[in-house]
């Protein structure tokens, strides 16, 4: 499966974007599509994913301000973000997993797309 995410840039403190991330190659179903994040000198962690059954989950600093969701069958997943903060700054990276060949879960990752909250 490759990932292949855009919509990052500059924005405005308190503004807003849209990311997308096209998951290709692969017939296969995805268990999870989601986004995570890492800002410079930090972990990569978790922004928000969904299931293929549109069962969502949010780190708490984007539960009200960002909104996840997918077209199933165009195997896209969106990430809006609204009412930006400067902590928000961060490379973005999109994340699919699926059941296959792989000792738990196989698991893949989009190059990453940086977002700049400017003030």
């Known amino acids: 499966v490759q990932l292949q995410a855009s919509g990052g840039g500059l924005v405005q403190l308190g503004g807003s974007l849209n990311l997308s991330c096209v998951a290709s190659?692969?017939?296969?179903?995805?268990?999870?599509m989601g986004w995570y994040r890492q800002a410079p000198g930090e972990q990569r962690v978790l922004v928000a994913k969904?299931?293929?059954?549109?069962?969502?989950a949010y780190a708490v600093n984007a539960r009200g301000r960002f909104i996840i969701s997918r077209d199933h069958n165009k195997n896209i997943v969106y990430l809006q973000m609204n009412h930006l903060v400067l902590a928000d700054t961060a490379r973005y990276y999109c994340?699919?997993?699926?059941?296959?060949?792989?000792?738990?879960?196989?698991?893949?990752w989009g190059r990453g797309t940086l977002v700049t909250v400017s003030s």
């Open positions: 969904v299931t293929n059954t549109d069962m969502t």
């Open positions: 190659g692969s017939s296969t179903t995805l268990v999870y």
């Open positions: 994340y699919a997993a699926w059941h296959g060949d792989c000792p738990t879960i196989c698991e893949g």
